[in-house]
């Protein structure tokens, strides 16, 4: 099985290729995802977790058209990205005074990126709609969404754990 994780950084996924925008060891691919020159119809499956919202619309697009050619048929691409209405919610309710499962500093860092190092910002903000509008033009053939479909594969993080932690969890199948 060929794998491929997208933004990998500096704590990537064991048994992927790697690749991300920073220099980081180990790195495979240091380029921009929809870069990614791997053979058409070459991988099993791609995974990105916390990597799609940092890409412009345009680069969103362009990525999941390359994730696609790289797929072979009947492969998938795992992804996540905040759920923009519920962050935006969530700070609607922190201005109005209410009560809210995060610190400010966490509702403004998902929105907009933790800001770490370069790359580390949000470019895009997505709903179940607007992923699943922009992964029919990308010609995918299922959508899936939810976290199991990244616990039944073995993924696991901290935020999928966390229901508050509202992020929306993908699997496209070619």
């Not at 921009?32 to 053979?39: F, K, T, V």
């Amino acid at each position: 099985m060929t794998r491929l994780e997208l933004g990998s950084g500096q704590r990537p996924s064991p048994g992927y290729l790697t690749s991300d925008i920073n220099a980081f060891d180990g790195i495979d691919f240091i380029c921009s995802p929809e870069q990614i020159g791997l053979a058409s119809g070459s991988l099993d499956e791609v995974l990105a977790l916390g990597v799609m919202e940092h890409l412009t619309y345009a680069k969103f697009d362009l990525t999941l058209t390359n994730v696609f050619r790289m797929l072979r048929p009947g492969g998938f691409f795992l992804f996540d990205c905040p759920e923009l209405l519920a962050w935006c919610e969530y700070y609607s309710m922190l201005e109005r005074g209410e009560e809210v499962p995060f610190t400010r500093e966490h509702i403004l860092s998902t929105l907009f990126g933790w800001q770490r190092f370069d790359g580390d910002t949000h470019a895009s903000g997505w709903s179940e709609a607007t992923i699943t509008k922009s992964l029919n033009r990308a010609c995918f053939q299922k959508i899936e969404f939810g976290v199991d479909q990244m616990l039944s594969r073995g993924h696991m993080r901290r935020r999928f754990e966390r229901p508050d932690d509202a992020h929306i969890y993908v699997c496209a199948t070619k």
